[in-house]
T-cell receptor
């Protein structure tokens, strides 16, 4: 595709429910990143995928958060048993190769946990 | 641990002014530095990428410099316009991923 796409653009859920957020990176990009941006806060790194290597999960805030990347392309971020503090904008980015190249961001998914 | 700061936190200028945004990082072992803009409610748009071996990059009215040894980058915006109003973030490629600064919120008044 022309750019990174994310779905849904907005998600409202009740506390305790599970949610799945989707990211479609730019075709051919081997690196994919998930970030979280809370209101008034900077970008917080969550997880990073590079090709077929094991993902870097060092930024995930708790074991309720997980992510997978199928076929080296689409990625899904799953939050189980959502809490109100999970409310944020979740941003996905991809780059041709990790670190050396520009990151291109999707529009984000705004998650609201009631 | 890499820490990235940006000064000022917010800036309001009249249209037409030239302005400088600052980004500082604590560890000079970076691969590159990237400047982004973020409009309210939107994702990040890449502006400029400076590799660690480069000193500056230019795109239109934007010029970014990098001084790795002192841990600084500046983004220079010439002849500012109301459409430049946004939050500007810098990010350094460090270790396995990127570390972002908190951003500078810019308002250009007509």
């Amino acid at each position: 595709g022309a750019g990174v796409s994310q779905s849904p653009s907005n998600k409202v859920t009740e506390k305790g429910k599970d949610v799945e957020l989707r990211c479609d990176p730019i075709s051919g990009h081997t690196a994919l990143y998930w970030y979280r941006q809370s209101l008034g806060q900077g970008l917080e790194f969550l997880i990073y995928f590079q090709g077929n290597s094991a993902p870097d999960k060092s930024g995930l805030p708790s074991d309720r958060f997980s992510a997978e990347r199928t076929g080296g392309s689409v990625s899904t971020l799953t939050i189980q048993r959502t809490q109100q503090e999970d409310s944020a904008v979740y941003l996905c980015a991809s780059s041709l190769v990790a670190r050396a190249n520009e990151q291109f961001f999707g529009p984000g998914t705004r998650l609201t946990v009631l | 641990k890499q820490e990235v700061t940006q000064i000022p936190a917010a800036l309001s200028v009249p249209e037409g002014e030239n302005l400088v945004l600052n980004c500082s990082f604590t560890d000079s072992a970076i691969y590159n530095l990237q400047w982004f803009r973020q409009d309210p409610g939107k994702g990040l748009t890449s502006l400029l990428l400076i590799q660690s071996s480069q000193r500056e990059q230019t795109s239109g009215r934007l010029n970014a410099s990098l001084d790795k040894s002192s841990g600084r980058s500046t983004l220079y915006i010439a002849a500012s316009q109301p459409g430049d109003s946004a939050t500007y973030l810098c990010a350094v490629a460090y270790g396995q991923n990127f570390v972002f600064g908190p951003g500078t919120r810019l308002s250009v008044l007509p």
